[in-house]
C-alpha cells in the first residue's frame, strides 16, 4: 500500500468515527451551516461536536500549516480529504469568509505576527470575518472606491461606506479596502483589518427579492485602525485585494467543494419524471456539472503547485455561477408548481423559490459575467481589444 493509499485509509476511518450521522445530511438552511464566530451559536450538539473535533486536528484548514491551525496536508492529501468527506457525504465542519479568502491573503502577504494571531482564530472557528469591497458607484470599478482612511501617526481614522457587505451584521471584523493616498489612483490603497465593534461602525441590513438577504450597508464614521493591522505594504492594498478576489472566485464558483454545482438528475428522477424534454437538460447539466467538477480540481490542484493561470479563477468563477443558475432554473422546473410556493412547511417556507431568486446575484457578486468573460477573452484567449 502506498503512502496515499494509507492516509486514504486513515482519513476514511477517522471520519467514520467522528463524523456525527447528523453532520452527514444535506445542508437544509442556513442554521445548518457553522460559521464560527464569538456570537455563533450551534444549532445542536452534533454541529459543535464535529467543529471542535475537526479543528483540534487542524481538519477545518487541512492545507494550512501546522502553526497556523492547520493540519499540515500536502496538495495531493488535501484533495484526499475532499474526496473522503464527500464519499461520506459530510458538511464542512466550518464555513468561513477567513478560510476561503482572508486566510489565503495573510499566508501570502501576512506578517509572521498577523499569521499567528488571526488564523488560529479562523481555524477554530472563533473570528468571523466580512469583507468590504465594494461601494455604492464602487462595484467591478474596485479602484475608483472613495472610502479614506487619514493618517493620524499611530493609527489611520477611515471615513467612507461599503455595500453588499455579506453578513456584515454577524461578523466579527472586517479585512477592508481603504484609500490612503488620494493622489494615487491604483497605488493609494491599502487593506486593513479591523473589529466590528470599534466605534464608529455600524451595518444596515438589505433586503432582496428572495425576501432575505445576507448583504449590508456597511457605514465608516471616524473608525480608528491602529497601523498594525495594515496587510502588505501601504498603498499596495491592490496587490492583496486582486489576489484575495481570485480565492473568493474560486469559492463563488462552487470549485471548493463542488456543493453548488452537483448533479441533481439522479434525486429529480428518483420518483419519476414523464418530461422528456426535462429529463434531457438534466442529463445535459450533470454531464456539465461533472465536468466542471473535473475541471475545478484540476485547477485546485494546479494552483496548490504554482501552475495556474492567474486568471483561471475568472474563467471558474463565471462557468461555476451560470451552472448554479441553470441548476436552479432545473429545480425549479422539476418541481412545478409547488415549487413555487412560498410560505409552507412542506417547501421549508418556499427555500426551492427563494433558493432559486438568491441565485440572480451569483453573476454579479465577486465581479460581473460580463467582467469576467471580458478577462477570459484577453488574459487567455489573448483576443484583441476593441
Not at 269 to 286: I, K, N, Q
Not at 307 to 334: C, D, F, I, S, V
Amino acid at each position: 500500500m502506498s503512502e496515499l493509499e494509507a492516509f486514504r485509509a486513515e482519513i476514511r476511518a477517522w471520519i467514520e468515527a467522528n463524523c456525527p450521522e447528523e453532520m452527514r445530511r444535506p445542508v437544509q438552511g442556513e442554521d445548518d451551516i457553522c460559521w464560527g464566530g464569538r456570537n455563533f451559536v450551534f444549532k445542536n450538539a452534533a454541529q459543535k461536536a464535529w467543529m471542535e473535533v475537526c479543528a483540534a486536528k487542524g481538519y477545518t484548514v487541512p492545507d494550512w500549516p501546522k502553526a497556523y491551525g492547520g493540519a499540515g496536508m500536502s496538495p495531493a492529501e488535501a484533495k484526499v480529504w475532499r474526496e473522503e468527506m464527500a464519499r461520506a457525504g459530510a458538511r464542512p465542519p466550518l464555513s468561513s469568509f477567513g478560510i476561503w479568502m482572508l486566510g489565503p491573503a495573510l499566508l501570502k502577504f501576512g506578517t509572521e505576527e498577523q499569521k499567528v494571531h488571526y488564523l488560529g482564530q479562523v481555524a477554530r472557528g472563533e473570528i468571523r470575518w466580512c469583507q468590504g469591497y465594494s461601494e455604492p458607484g464602487s462595484g467591478s470599478d474596485l479602484v475608483s472606491l472613495q472610502t479614506y482612511g487619514e493618517d493620524k501617526g499611530d493609527h489611520w481614522v477611515v471615513n467612507g461606506q461599503k455595500i453588499w457587505t455579506s453578513y456584515a451584521d454577524k461578523a466579527d471584523w472586517i479585512f477592508c479596502l481603504v484609500r490612503t493616498d488620494k493622489t494615487n489612483v491604483y497605488q493609494g490603497i491599502s487593506f486593513l483589518l479591523f473589529d466590528m465593534t470599534t466605534p464608529g461602525v455600524t451595518t444596515k441590513p438589505i433586503k432582496l427579492i428572495s425576501g432575505s438577504s445576507p448583504f449590508c450597508e456597511t457605514f465608516f464614521d471616524n473608525v480608528k485602525v491602529p497601523k498594525s493591522q495594515i496587510v502588505g505594504q501601504l498603498n499596495r492594498g491592490w496587490d492583496v485585494a486582486k489576489y484575495l478576489l481570485g480565492h473568493e472566485r474560486e469559492m463563488i464558483s462552487g470549485a471548493g467543494d463542488g456543493a453548488q454545482t452537483s448533479t441533481i438528475g439522479k434525486v429529480l428522477t428518483r420518483g419519476g419524471l414523464d418530461d422528456p424534454m426535462l429529463r434531457a437538460e438534466l442529463a445535459a447539466f450533470d454531464i456539465d456539472a461533472l465536468a466542471f467538477a473535473a475541471m475545478g480540481e484540476k485547477f485546485l490542484d494546479e494552483i496548490k503547485v504554482g501552475k495556474a493561470h492567474p486568471a483561471q479563477p475568472n474563467m471558474m468563477k463565471y462557468a461555476g455561477t451560470e451552472l448554479n443558475k441553470r441548476r436552479h432554473e432545473l429545480l425549479m422546473a422539476a418541481g412545478g408548481s409547488t415549487a413555487l410556493e412560498w410560505e409552507s412547511e412542506e417547501t421549508r417556507g418556499g427555500a426551492p423559490a427563494r433558493s432559486w431568486l438568491r441565485t440572480k446575484a451569483n453573476s454579479i457578486e465577486g465581479g460581473t459575467s460580463e467582467v469576467m468573460l471580458n478577462v477570459v477573452a484577453k488574459r487567455i484567449l489573448e483576443l484583441p481589444g476593441a
